[in-house]
């Protein structure tokens, strides 16, 4: 398979069909360390180039995406069950990548501090996807 293009937006769509294709994988020896149900630092076990890059939820020419979260059910940033918003903080800055053995979607951005960078995953999970 051909790698996409660098400016492969994916809308709430994209991520349903694609978290829709992976409900019975369970992940394979690649991409076990990855398998982070709430956002986590990205282990330093785990091997980058066993991702690739699918797309990104970036929406184009936003220059300055909205800092808010959302969290309907009282969830926070770290929870598990935290909604996937494609719209809101940090999935508005999010990159889908996906295992290069078995093909399971993870999200990942950078978190940027004032002295620090750190990156971070979480599986793509479908019942936690937010509508538009």
């Known amino acids: 398979m051909p790698a996409p293009p ?3 937006v994916l809308d ?3 991520l349903l069909r694609l978290a829709g294709e992976h409900l019975a994988n369970t992940g ?4 076990a360390a990855l ?5 986590e630092a ?7 180039a066993s991702l690739r890059r699918i797309g990104s939820l970036r929406s184009p020419g936003d220059h300055d995406p909205t800092l808010d979260e959302y969290h309907p059910q009282g969830t926070d940033y770290w929870s598990a ?23 399971r979607p993870f999200l990942r951005y950078t978190e940027y501090g004032g002295y ?3 990156k971070r995953i979480r599986e793509l999970r479908m019942e936690l996807i937010a509508p538009a």
Not at 42 to 48: C, H, L, N, V
């Open 6 to 8: 660098d400016d492969l």
């Open 12 to 14: 709430t769509e994209a």
């Open 28 to 31: 394979c020896p690649r991409c």
């Open 35 to 39: 398998r982070c149900p709430g956002w």
């Open 42 to 48: 990205f282990p330093a076990i785990a091997d980058e």
């Open 81 to 103: 069950q935290a909604p996937i918003a494609p719209a809101f903080y940090p999935y508005n800055r999010c990159e889908l990548w996906a295992c290069r053995g078995c093909g």
């Open 116 to 118: 620090y960078e750190e």
